[in-house]
């Protein structure tokens, strides 16, 4: 049985995502988390996808407010996804000036 993706909604309440820098030109490597192996691997509109690790990971923006991560090959347990997740955390924080929080949305059942 395929595992299900996992989604993770990011918030940050001090601060706007239109702040991030996404370079020229633009590329998702903002996203990557420190000491991981990234390859972007598609990119349209400040969204796309990317390997972390050698897993898909989506980035979408849903609506202005959250920043949905979501890890599309069901390749890892909450607990490791999280702790990914947490890293990307704290890299926008540190881009963003303002902490970046995340929660994990359990499938529908």
Known sequence: MEQPELVFKLSCADASW???DYGVPPTLS???????VCEQLNYGQWEGQVLIDGHEWGFYYNDGVHLDV???D????????????SRICARLSKQLGAEVR????PPAS
């Not at 903002?30 to 991981?36: R, T």
């Not at 995340?102 to 949305?105: E, H, P």
């Open 102 to 105: 995340f929660k994990w949305m």
């Open 18 to 20: 239109e702040a991030l």
């Open 70 to 72: 979501v890890l599309h």
């Open 30 to 36: 903002l996203f990557f988390p420190e000491g991981s």
């Open 74 to 85: 069901g390749g890892l347990s909450v607990e490791d996804a999280s702790l990914v997740v």
